[in-house]
């Protein structure tokens, strides 16, 4: 689970509990995955600002999904840091979440 700006959450639903799923789905517009997508680790994307998404250039079909929510997504390939379990937030280590 990742929360977007604009109270956008990319999320698996199946990996949730249904009470804290409807917690989430009063607080957040939900952009949901698949479970093929979340154990490839989609749902971990960088939020460069209030406006940008950086996601893994494989996961087109998030993009747009993303797209759809009024944000900008750049596409990179980040299959290195994937190969060795890490992905944006390993990488990036913000020291302040927005």
């Known amino acids: 689970m990742t929360i977007l700006p604009g109270r956008s959450l990319l999320i698996h639903p199946g990996a949730f509990l249904p009470d804290d799923l409807d917690i989430l789905k009063s607080q957040f517009n939900m952009i949901e995955v698949t479970e093929a997508e979340a154990l490839a680790m989609a749902t971990n ?44 937030r390993c990488a990036t280590m913000p020291l302040a979440r927005l």
């Open 45 to 88: 994307v960088f939020v460069v600002n209030p406006e940008t998404v950086v996601l893994h250039s494989g996961f087109d079909h998030i993009a747009k999904l993303i797209e759809s929510e009024g944000l900008k997504v750049e596409l990179i390939n980040y299959s290195e840091p994937n190969a060795l379990l890490g992905s944006f």
